[in-house]
């Protein structure tokens, strides 16, 4: 089934840890997006892509940062991640008006 | 800015009650509207949009009609069931800004 895979599902990190969460898309979409879930609702946009080799800020970029070397492929990377940094982390794709999610990656920051 | 304001949570229900969850927006332009839903434990879907003013989207018996002169895309459902349970999002997609701006999120429970 096309769509979007993320990895890992879960993760338990120590503080000041370096971490990469994938995300990969098979349906060619030239636009991906990281948002992070707090408390099981809102989302907040991380970071974004419009095209392969190009990347944005979001509305809450500190701490993170993204490379889109390919169409599929929207890594997000924490330096050094910190307990505020504990969330669920949602990939999306985006083809035409209409945005495509990933299951998700749930991140706890200890 | 675009934003959307949608009703605040939890909406808890009986089954087969009949479901509002209100969504009003602001956009310049004609943004398309949507809702999403997300299942426990799962990522956000698309539910239904709407891409012009007075279309009606529709999918698995919940309803929204796009309208312009009141800005409120509005969801609803004749009777709900216990599988509706879950977290349901208001969007737009801004064309000028080619960004798709979210709601905060209702979250629906029907008990049995």
């Known amino acids: 089934i096309a769509g979007i895979t993320q990895a890992p599902t879960s993760q338990i990190l120590a503080a000041g840890r370096r971490m990469t969460l994938r995300c990969t898309q098979d349906?060619?979409?030239?636009?991906m997006y990281w948002y992070r879930q707090d408390l099981g609702l809102g989302l907040r946009l991380i970071h974004y892509?419009?095209?392969?080799?190009?990347?944005g800020k979001g509305e809450v970029p500190d701490g993170y940062s993204v490379s889109r070397a390919n169409t599929d492929d929207f890594p997000l990377t924490l330096a050094s991640a910190v307990p505020s940094q504990t969330s669920v982390y949602f990939c999306?794709?985006?083809?035409?008006?209409?945005?495509?999610f990933g299951p998700g990656t749930r991140l706890t920051v200890l | 800015g675009d934003s959307v304001t949608q009703m605040e949570g939890p909406v808890t229900l009986s089954e087969e009650a009949f479901l509002t969850i209100n969504c009003t927006y602001t956009?310049?332009?004609?943004?398309?509207l949507f809702w999403y839903v997300q299942y426990p434990g799962e990522g956000l879907q698309l539910l239904l949009k709407?891409?012009?003013?007075?279309d009606k989207g529709s999918n698995k018996g919940f309803e929204a009609t796009y309208r312009k002169e009141t800005t409120s895309f509005h969801l609803e459902k004749g009777s709900v069931q216990v599988s509706d349970s879950a977290v349901y999002f208001c969007?737009?997609?801004?064309?000028?800004?080619?960004?798709?701006?979210f709601g905060a999120g209702t979250r629906l429970f029907v008990k049995a």
């Open positions: 892509s419009n095209t392969a080799g190009t990347t």
């Open positions: 709407a891409t012009k003013a007075d």
């Open positions: 969007a737009l997609f801004s064309t000028g800004g080619f960004k798709t701006i």
């Open positions: 956009a310049t332009g004609y943004p398309s």
């Open positions: 999306a794709s985006r083809q035409g008006d209409t945005q495509y």
């Open positions: 349906m060619r979409h030239n636009a």
